[in-house]
């Protein structure tokens, strides 16, 4: 996602981007080829746990917001091995926030006001939802107050038609209820 934003900000606004990235096993720049040399693309391959270098950039660039779209995804893999994902997604955004903090004390009354920190993120990177969310999560009032977003489809109705369609659709029920499917991690049994 965040190359997918790195290009659009390069395209469609006038902004610098500072890409900061590991670039962690198997990531590629590939979808950054077009945008790698431009004059507004700064790309660093640094960690964001690596408070002194991450510092030493926000002092170099003074960067007037942060979005941070960095994780260890895959997070079904955290049940065999969690330390990467605890080490990326929990220690990299306390270490994120922690460098940022001490830059943004150094700034401006007008720039303090103005900055923006933004964590991009989804429960599979942020841990499961208790029961508190759980409820919050129905209630699409503040997402409709503060972003103007209403759902097509209300909470009552989605619920109405998904039981309908397993009500029509009783052969692919069957065979999941066949004991065939053993609940095994897909994404691991197909490597
Ligand atoms: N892809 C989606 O459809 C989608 C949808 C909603 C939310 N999200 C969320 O957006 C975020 C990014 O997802 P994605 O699909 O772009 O993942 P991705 O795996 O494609 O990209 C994550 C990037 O983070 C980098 N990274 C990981 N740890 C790092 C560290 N310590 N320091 C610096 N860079 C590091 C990796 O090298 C990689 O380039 C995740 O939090 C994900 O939950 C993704």
């Known amino acids: 996602m965040g190359e997918a934003l790195v290009r659009y900000i390069i395209s469609q606004t006038d902004h610098h981007v500072i890409n900061v990235d590991k670039l962690a096993y198997a990531v590629t ?4 080829t077009e945008t790698m040399d431009h004059l507004r693309h700064h790309f660093q391959k640094v960690d964001i746990c690596h ?5 030493e950039l926000l002092a170099h660039y003074q960067p007037d917001a942060i979005m941070h779209l960095a994780a260890e995804t895959h997070v079904d893999c955290s049940i065999d091995d969690s330390a990467d994902f605890i080490q990326n997604n929990i ?3 306390f270490s994120l926030l ?3 903090r001490k830059n943004w004390l150094g700034l401006s009354i007008e720039s303090r006001q103005r900055f923006r920190f933004n964590h991009i993120s989804t429960d599979e990177v942020y841990g499961g939802l208790g029961e508190t969310e759980v409820r919050y999560a129905i209630d699409v009032g503040n997402i409709a107050r503060e972003l103007g977003w209403v759902p097509e489809v209300t909470f009552e109705s989605g619920i109405k038609n998904t039981t309908l369609w397993y009500l029509e659709n009783h052969p692919w029920c069957q065979a ?7 609940r095994q991690r897909l994404s691991i049994e197909s490597k």
Do not use: F, R
């Open 29 to 32: 720049l590939d979808p950054l």
């Open 51 to 55: 408070a002194q270098a991450i510092e």
């Open 91 to 93: 220690v990299g955004a």
């Open 98 to 100: 922690k460098s940022t």
């Open 176 to 182: 999941v209820q066949s004991g065939n499917y053993q």
